[in-house]
């Protein structure tokens, strides 16, 4: 009785056990080509569209500040660019784009609109697939005084933020099936917005902790096909889940410390985290999995490095095919390709 007693721990232990986190087989490349004399500088962004075209934002520009009366004016620190299903440079977007200084995100919805996230400016911005600029959400501090998170002397969580569409270094952007937009204002603040498809404010949810519904840093958002919001929380190791109005459901603690996730499309979805390297240690995590939607590990490939099949500091995963990724790696300055075998 006692050896069965045995082999059942046994047999317990090896289902928690990291191994369970096979590692999948994978090769690389970099097959994005920019004209010449022009470099991505820090990959913040990457999105796929249904075409197989590739978008990336970046942190390459050259920012101009302009005094006007008591506010100082600051544009043209980042740049969009659109590449071909080659990997062929076809234009940049939006260049000058006032909300355009320091990218953190990109992503492309189902019409093939381009969403930009950027840090500094805390501003949400849509393109149409022409480049267009379709829609707006936020106000760059020097157009607004953006107001901070409420006196905590008053019962309201720190970063908790105001309940209104203006953002304090917003991280991500995702929409569920009805177009419902919800933003991660996850840096300055710790929450996450929603808003109609026509962007119209809604509501917001989170505030700076550990506990349930709060975020130490709400970095990544996406949604699933049931409308569920998925939160990559950085700094608290795992991903929230929540109901479409924001509830809690539970907690995904088996994708590392996400500072990237994505749920790629399909009647089987897969949700991919980057376990992504602390900013002050470049050579430990680096790994990204790849999790069913209730948190099961289906796998992880890479590691924290500089070489070629290695990551580091990945801002930013596209996995509109799930076989066939694109990461932008802010560390090394580079988009990669991850083909999964």
């Given amino acids: 009785m006692k050896r069965v007693t045995t082999l059942l721990l046994a047999a317990t232990a090896a289902l928690t056990l990291p191994a369970l986190a096979q590692d999948i087989g994978y090769s690389t490349s970099q097959p994005l080509t920019l004209p010449h004399d022009t470099f991505f500088g820090m990959a913040a962004g990457v999105a796929t569209d249904s075409k197989g075209h590739v978008f990336v934002y970046t942190r390459n520009g ?57 840090r500094y400016s805390s501003m949400v911005m849509k393109f149409d697939p022409q480049g267009r600029v379709a829609m707006l ?145 470049l050579d430990r995590g680096g790994e990204i999995y790849k999790l069913e939607l209730n948190g099961t590990v289906v796998g992880k490939f890479g590691q924290a490095g500089k070489g070629p099949k290695d990551f580091g500091s990945v801002n930013a995963i596209d996995c509109r095919n799930p076989s066939a990724l694109y990461v932008a790696e802010a560390g090394n300055w580079r988009v990669t390709k991850v083909d999964l075998h």
């Fill in 62 to 118: 050259d920012p101009t500040i302009t005094l006007a009366g008591s506010r100082a004016f600051a544009h043209g620190g980042s740049s969009l660019y659109e590449f071909g299903p080659d990997g062929k440079f076809i234009r940049q977007i939006g260049k000058q784009v006032y909300g355009f200084l320091a990218a953190q995100q990109v992503r492309v919805d189902k019409s093939d609109n381009i969403w930009v996230v950027d």
């Fill in 137 to 281: 959400l936020g106000r760059k501090p020097e157009s607004v005084d953006v107001p901070s998170s409420p006196d905590t002397g008053r019962g309201t969580p720190p970063g908790s933020g105001q309940q209104s569409d203006l953002f304090q270094s917003p991280t991500d952007v995702a929409w569920d099936a009805d177009g419902n937009i919800f933003v991660a204002d996850g840096i300055g603040n710790a929450r996450i917005a929603k808003f109609t498809r026509d962007g119209v404010f809604v509501k917001s949810w989170g505030a700076r902790g550990t506990g349930q519904s709060e975020f130490k840093s709400a970095h990544g958002v996406a949604v699933d096909a049931n409308g569920n919001v998925y939160v990559g929380d950085r700094g608290n190791n795992r991903i929230q889940v929540f109901d479409n109005n924001g509830t809690y459901k539970s907690s995904i603690t088996t994708g590392g410390d996400p500072e990237a996730i994505c749920i790629s499309p399909g009647a089987h979805q897969y949700l991919f985290s980057s376990n992504s390297n602390p900013v002050n240690d």
